[in-house]
């Protein structure tokens, strides 16, 4: 069941990525994108993470950043987000999250907030926890926004690695995504604020005491294996794996590793299970 909390444009804050089941689910997982995506993006991996008794839940980190009034760019602005995702996770049964990419930093802070059992880190950018590593870039100053273009040749552009069965799933979910646009670099006070937030959300990996994953495609260019296993080992409960075959969007490039991976981690710190 949606959330009732709004997103500050009048809907519900929470998605179901798939039906759901006119029986609750026991738990509920939630699924956060990256810059860029929304949770149709989720739904390849979704249908192999589906299991009796677990539900998958998604939000547009876009639309709840854009309800939120800290500065953009600033950790305020993505404590709010987590403050307000937290809020909306109560009484719906979520156990856990997973943020891909730029939704990474904000799965973090909800898990702490929420006092959820796991957190799983799906190719964080590592600019986003402290490090100084210069990250490849999407080609000059682009990403991708909704409206106009081809969406299914954008996508395989974006997902060379995908099956084109996997991109059409995501292209009917979404109809308008796809045309990238320029992104206005930050300026000096952004790039003040960037540095701030990432900073913070390194300290706030190290106090994580949930059981955490890093995981990230074994083909990715933006998170190396070093960065991976840094990243992991911050974390006082830290791991970190590796969907083979796949680079900076695992869960699209490869659903069902990506879902097998997912559940291995999740379902061995679900409430009740043994710790890792």
């Not at 949770?39 to 993470?49: D, E, N, S, T, V």
């Not at 974390?235 to 699209?252: E, I, K, L, M, S």
Request: some cysteine; proline content about 11%; hydrophobic content about 45%.
């Amino acid at each position: 069941m949606p959330s009732r909390r709004s997103d500050g444009a009048g809907g519900p804050l929470l998605h179901p990525v798939l039906p759901q089941p006119a029986r609750r689910p026991r738990e509920q997982w939630l699924l956060l994108p990256g810059l860029g995506q929304n949770g149709a993006w989720w739904i390849p991996a979704a249908r192999w993470l589906a299991r009796p008794g677990v539900g998958l839940l998604t939000a547009d980190p876009a639309a709840l950043a854009r309800s939120c009034t800290a500065p953009r760019g600033s950790y305020e602005r993505l404590d709010e987000m987590a403050g307000r995702l937290a809020a909306a996770l109560a009484g719906h049964g979520v156990s856990h999250v997973v943020g891909h990419s730029a939704g990474a930093p904000a799965a973090l802070l909800t898990a702490t907030s929420a006092a959820l059992a796991g957190v799983v880190l799906l190719e964080p950018v590592p600019a986003h926890f402290g490090s100084t590593r210069r990250a490849p870039e999407d080609g000059p100053g682009r990403r991708l926004v909704p409206g106009g273009g081809d969406p299914l040749a954008e996508l395989r552009r974006l997902h060379p690695l995908a099956d084109a069965a996997t991109l059409r799933t995501i292209t009917a979910a979404a109809p308008g995504w796809g045309r990238p646009v320029p992104v206005a670099p930050a300026d000096s006070a952004g790039a003040a604020r960037a540095a701030v937030r990432a900073a913070t959300v390194r300290r706030k990996l190290a106090e994580c005491r949930t059981p955490l994953l890093v995981l990230r495609g074994a083909l990715s260019a933006m998170l190396p294996e070093d960065e991976a296993r840094a990243l992991a080992a911050c974390a006082p409960r830290g791991g970190a794996g590796a969907v083979p075959r796949a680079g900076h969007a695992p869960h699209v490039d490869r659903p069902r590793e990506t879902a097998e991976a997912l559940a291995a981690f999740l379902g061995s710190v679900s409430p009740g299970a043994p710790t890792v």
